[in-house]
């Protein structure tokens, strides 16, 4: 098979997948926005543990009608630009295009649903470290698999066939039963560890662990979102906070991707990550205190970061 | 009565009520760091809404060798400099001296119990909104009035006495029969208000009750506060909550004292504050699910601006 793909959302998670495809023979199509000349010319690269390469012809365009159709878009953009996948993605579409969103959090395979069918989404959860250095290059520090699962749907041949393909370009990508369940998995650590390493002063997750107030209160989280998820139909073992904890202990101390987002201004994904399970405990009637705190000062501390932005930036 | 007063603590709080005793004719000796001669000449100034008045002949120390005994001390210190007490305090004691900390929080009438003797200690609340704009200089904004009890007992004929003398010096004054209560009343207010207004990225009350999410959360707060106050035998009724709401919605925005602190690089009471109210509640088996994490994030919060204090201070 194949297929032709576009990629909307070239921030670090959409230039490294897509130059992967790339550069792995797929035929990749990037969204891109503002003077395309120097990338045209240069390539894109990647550098970073184990693998250093360049893709050196990088199609790229600065809307989705110059791409046209293809086969699978993978959406990268920040949920909080999901309004504009409204107009963008539509031209890319054909009969049997797959959307598969590699967005954080919940709620981005249900704004595709009710936007473009519910039978084209698949989502991806990416396990990887990656920091977008410039427009043309972007570095890897630190793992890189991906897990593909089916919108509301067990997995079909195309959900192999696209983790076929990410494999076949050296991306470790593995298929899952219930997509639902892994991004909930994934929320045990999210929440936690992003929401508290902005709230505690911009530290990292082996400044969190080591505090033994702020390690007290990631392991509460836990159990709350682990509760929550199970309350919502998805069986999260208890073990699920276990397994996380020790994982995070044995890594290098790490900044979540929030947190550098934060410190680096740009926008948070507060809704995805905080608001959107909140909202899901609430309605199934689980009590998530904490995650309610939480997201209530995330959504404060950024309102208040954008209106000193909008302060700084007054013209004089 | 003739008191003979001391004054230890000589930050917005200590010199307010000292110059209002003094400027009534109490005879109030302050213990004040550095460089005493400007103050000594220059005296001692209070503006505020309706009242503007100089207290000439300041009665300042470097030491409280040098004020020796009185018969009623004032502790205004921030409650992280308790420690110092214990060599400020003695020179200041004859056998009836009593103590009076207007210290914010729980856990200052325990510490000075532990050192000076039970009791010597009486507590009281301050509802006041002041600065401390130069060394000089203090303005009071609103309020001004103090609540005083004795510490694990019933008011006895000195709390009334101390109580008399704060009203001829034109100080609202009044007597409670529970300290403790009181105490924990404050705090259905300072817990929330106080740590959400900093975590949330520096706002002010009316901010934090126009935002629906923060205001749950305060509601949350409050009422973790009084199930802990309950659940430690102070019986305050469910409606403190409301009574403290409806206070808030009608007095004018104002940025909660540990915020100003926190803005101007000062200390936080976090441990007055948070941690013993927390440790309390626990003690007791109460779940503070939010208490826990608020503390844990100011905790950390506190930490990280400290690092970055020594950071900035570095020589070059």
Redesign the interface.
Known sequence: MNFRIAIVGSGAIGSYYGAKLAHGGSDVHFLMRGDLSEIRREGFSVHGKGENFRVAKFNCYNSTEEISRCDLVLIAVKATSNADLVDLVPPLLHQRTALLTLQNGLGNEEFLAAHFGAERILGGLCFICLNRISRTLVERYDYGHIVIGEYGRAPQSRTHAIASEFKRCGVECSVVEDLALERWRKLVWNIPFNG?SI?????DTA?IIA?K??L??TR??MDEVIAAANKCGHQLARGAADEQMRRTETMDAYKPSTLIDFENGKGLEIEAIWGEPLRRAAAAGTPT??L??????L???E???QRAARTDNRPL
Request: aromatic content about 4%; overall charge positive; charged content about 25%.
């Open positions: 508290l709230l505690a002063g911009g530290i400044a505090d107030d702020l007290r209160s509460a989280l205190p904490r309610e705190i939480l997201y209530s000062l959504k404060s501390l309102q208040a970061r």
